[in-house]
């Protein structure tokens, strides 16, 4: 069983640039989380995907968007880097139910992001 | 708003003894809780998770209780191993697809 992967690890990047950092899902997964972790605090959520759909977003702006894709992949894009973009990005997945109910949420190693 | 708290940003415990780690929320409307475990360069590392309609979780070393009159969770780490040495992040969701995350407790086991 595989589990949740990200790319890159690392990346640098200059203010206004965009970036994409990916996620493989765990296999059986249905669900991807994307959460946000600046030095020194808990993750905060960005947004969830089920099935392909936003099932949920966090108090993130619209330059922070993503995708899901038929294989339970995903991408997290955000546009005009800012300076306070500069963190570790996570991704996690887990097994949602019809209902859109998730349970346990399994975590990636995270893409550190710098925005200089 | 900080939904989640944990007020602890450290704790040091000598090897073989218990690790408690406390975690208070205000949301009345979290059904399920979460401990995770991270290390430097790595994710999040699931531990131990708990429902709202239990008072306790055991799994191995790791217990967790839910005080849910008093909005309070704990993490009982018994016996410590120098292994455990990690942060530790209580996490709550409603539903189960947005996880509200404490700022972590690190814990040092000294051997």
């Known amino acids: 069983e595989t589990g949740v992967t990200q790319s890159p690890t690392h990346l640098i990047k200059t203010r206004g640039q965009q970036v994409t950092l990916r996620c493989s899902s765990q296999?059986?997964?249905?669900?991807v989380s994307w959460y946000q972790q600046a030095l020194g605090q808990g993750p905060q959520f960005i947004f969830q995907y089920y099935r392909e759909e936003e099932n949920g977003r966090g108090n993130f702006p619209p330059r922070f968007s993503g995708l899901q894709f038929p294989n339970y992949s995903s991408e997290l894009n955000v546009n005009a880097l800012e300076l306070d973009d500069s963190a570790l990005y996570l991704c996690a997945s887990s097994l949602g139910g019809s209902s859109g109910r998730a349970e346990t949420q399994y975590f990636g190693p995270g893409t550190r992001l710098l925005v200089l | 708003d900080q939904q989640v708290k944990q007020n602890s940003p450290s704790l040091s415990v000598q090897e073989g003894r218990i690790s408690i780690l406390n975690c208070d929320y205000t949301n009345s409307m979290f059904d399920y809780f979460l401990w995770y475990k991270k290390y430097p360069a790595e994710g999040p590392t699931f531990l131990i998770s708990i429902s709202s309609i239990k008072d306790k979780n055991e799994d191995g070393r790791f217990t967790v209780f839910l005080n849910k009159s008093a909005k309070h969770l704990s993490l009982h780490i018994v016996p410590s191993q120098p292994g455990d040495s990690a942060v530790y992040f209580c996490a709550a969701s409603k539903y189960g697809n947005k996880l509200v995350f404490g700022a972590g407790t690190i814990l040092r086991v000294k051997s």
């Open positions: 296999s059986g997964h249905n669900t």
